[in-house]
């Protein structure tokens, strides 16, 4: 079965600092690769996918993610912090194959900036 | 477009009793999503309703049951509520395909005493 790892659940950084959030996928066929943040008291909402092409993949609020095959990985990146940053940010996968919609989440990684 | 609303927002409930939580789309998808969100687990698939008509279990269905009324609504109903179901509940909706992004609702928090 897929499943998906954030490393770290919980990340601070200084505004201004490199953000990094990880994530790792296992699955022998690469699936479609997603990042979800979810600001306090409120639902989630989509920052980037990948689904075919450039691996290299930007996102919303300056985000960006590239997908690794040979690492089985999709991490989540972003230059510069800003306090408005601080969130929970998810990493899901849905399958190629099985013809419909599904998701499967990490267990998600709480972002702490401080000044 | 008010997108993906539930209703309520907040619920307290005694353990046995009953409840619907409302969900509704204004996006015309196919598809829609309950999940639960626990603390360190992310969030788990309850139910989903690939088309109109059409309901299938996810990964955590015990205890719960779900109606897609039409197009636009899909319900998750505890029929006899336990402490181990208090969570954050999200519906979400999207087309079809597995390249689709889904979109979520504000969540419901319920809590069972």
């Known amino acids: 079965a897929q499943s998906v790892t954030q490393l770290g659940s919980h990340v601070s950084v200084s505004e201004g600092a490199l953000v990094l959030l990880r994530c790792n996928y296992s699955?022998?066929?690469?699936?479609?690769l997603f990042w979800y943040v979810q600001y306090p008291n409120q639902g989630l909402q989509l920052l980037l996918k990948y689904t075919t092409g450039a691996t290299l993949v930007k996102g919303i609020n300056g985000f960006e993610a590239e997908f690794k095959k040979s690492e089985t990985s999709f991490h989540l990146t972003k230059p510069s912090a800003h306090m408005s940053d601080a969130a929970e940010y998810f990493c899901a996968v849905s399958p190629r194959s099985g013809g419909y919609n599904k998701l499967i989440f990490g267990a998600g990684t709480r972002l702490a900036v401080h000044p | 477009n008010a997108g993906v609303t539930q209703t309520p927002k907040f619920q307290v409930l005694k353990t046995g009793q009953s409840m619907t939580l409302q969900c509704a789309q204004d996006m015309n998808h196919n598809s829609m999503y309950w999940y639960r969100q626990d603390p360190g687990m992310g969030l788990r698939l309850i139910y989903y309703s690939a088309s109109e008509g059409t309901t299938d279990k996810g990964e955590v269905p015990n205890g719960y049951n779900v109606s897609r009324l039409n197009k636009r609504e899909f319900s998750l109903r505890l029929e006899s509520a336990a402490p181990s179901q208090t969570s954050v509940y999200f519906c979400?909706?999207?087309?079809?395909?597995?390249?689709?992004?889904?979109?979520f609702g504000p969540g419901t928090r319920l809590t069972v005493l």
């Open positions: 699955s022998s066929v690469p699936p479609y």
């Open positions: 979400a909706s999207s087309e079809a395909h597995g390249t689709d992004t889904q979109y």
